[in-house]
């Protein structure tokens, strides 16, 4: 549980997270029910079939049901979306190198760039070894001796953080307006947080591997839920030291430049020195592990999916030469991307779940076009997968539409067009030789 706990908490949200409670309150923790009905989704729904092998994770279905040219479409799109989630979270991670070591920003997104790089070409830093769980550990203990210390600064301790947080409602949790141009009310979060978890958690190979690395089924859902608990509570935790932070600082986030720069502040400025050191080390060395794992990913779906397709037939030399080439280039990518986050308007949690979600909801919807019906074919799908991706590229470029319906509008769109359009066409791979027919795909 907390494997997957550590594969979905990056620097944007130890970063990020207090800020947005610092200028806003508490509702963020609807989107987090979202992540707790996604993943009961997952639990009964999709882990019975991965456990009795009858589905595949979303590039494999695609490739197997609907053929390579998708699984070519699909790869190139997740290539650049995350490589643009990357950027953003490098600059994310960049901020704290900014604020301990005084650096500029470009000095900094410089600095972790050619860190990570280091640490992706040595398989790791040699001298520390950070696992999952005591990074979580780390991070997340360092946040509760950082709560104790806002608490001991503030004049009259939590009585008085408690009386403020109440007069300016940064207390609130709950959010029942049908507003839909309101990112955080409880329809918004609950839908779009499910649908977010279900795309991420249910057809994403980097944390299905972890589902199935469990002894059995009941073990695999035991773990699944287990983690939204974890996260419900690390959210909640986040959450409170950004409303405490408001409680001991009360000027607004504008006087740090960015309500991302305000909790790595707090760190560098009040926390006891050996507390403030571990924590930032810890930071630094999950996300320089977690960036690696991003290089290596670009760098090996970069020669898999695309160069060895047309070569299949080169040495290994070769190819270890060319996955560090590829690796310097995705790096110097992930800086440029980085560089222009700077200019990048809001949070930046927000603006990486954002390109996230876009991605995201084409996926799901072309993976459930291919688990659910039978009559979906590869022209259809690319069909729906192009509508989807102009629907959300529309209205997150567009419109006031809040990052957290993305996904479902995604999904809905790719879903609807991609079946439609199926039925439209005569060609098209055959949607039945490859995957077993459920109930729920004889009716469509």
Known sequence: ALSIVAAETSTLTIISIPGLAYDTNLTFLQVVF??????????????????????????????????????????????????????????????????????????????????????????????????????????????????????????????????????????????????????????????????????????????????????????????????????????????????????????????????????????VAHMPHAISGLLIAAILAAAMSNLSAALNSLSSSSIIDFYLRSRPQLDERRRLWLSRVTTVIWAAVLFILAVLSLHAVGRVVEVGLSILSVAYGALLGIFLLGVITRRANQNGALVGMMFGLAAEVYVWQRTRVPWTWYVAIGTTVTFIVGYGASLAFAGGRAAEAKLPTSGARRSL
Do not use: C
């Open 34 to 267: 979202g992540y707790l009905l996604g993943r009961i989704i997952i639990s009964f729904v999709l882990l019975p079939h991965y456990f009795r092998g009858d589905l595949y994770t979303a590039y494999q279905l695609i490739e197997r049901r609907f053929g390579g040219k998708l699984r070519s479409l699909t790869a190139g799109l997740f290539l650049l979306t995350r490589a643009a989630a990357e950027g953003v979270r490098v600059y994310a991670i960049s901020i704290v190198i900014t604020i301990a070591l005084g650096t500029g920003e470009v000095a900094s997104i410089a600095i972790i760039t050619a860190l990570t790089l280091v640490y992706t070409f040595e398989g790791g830093l040699a001298a520390v070894i950070w696992t999952d769980v005591v990074q979580t550990v780390i991070y997340v203990g360092g946040t509760v001796v950082g709560v104790f210390t806002i608490l001991h600064l503030v004049p009259g301790g939590w009585p008085a953080v408690h009386g403020v947080a109440l007069n300016t409602h940064r207390l609130t949790v709950l959010d029942f307006r049908l507003d839909f141009w309101a990112p955080y009310t409880f329809w918004a979060g609950l839908i779009g947080g499910a649908f977010l978890t279900t795309a991420s958690h249910g057809t994403d190979q980097l944390i299905v591997q972890r589902l199935l690395a469990a002894r059995n089924q009941r073990q695999s859902v035991l773990a699944l839920l287990s983690s939204g608990v974890a996260i419900l509570i690390q959210f909640a935790l986040f959450l409170m030291v950004g409303v405490m932070l408001y409680a001991f600082y009360r000027v607004p986030s504008q006087r740090f430049g960015k309500a991302d720069f305000i909790y790595p502040t707090f760190i």
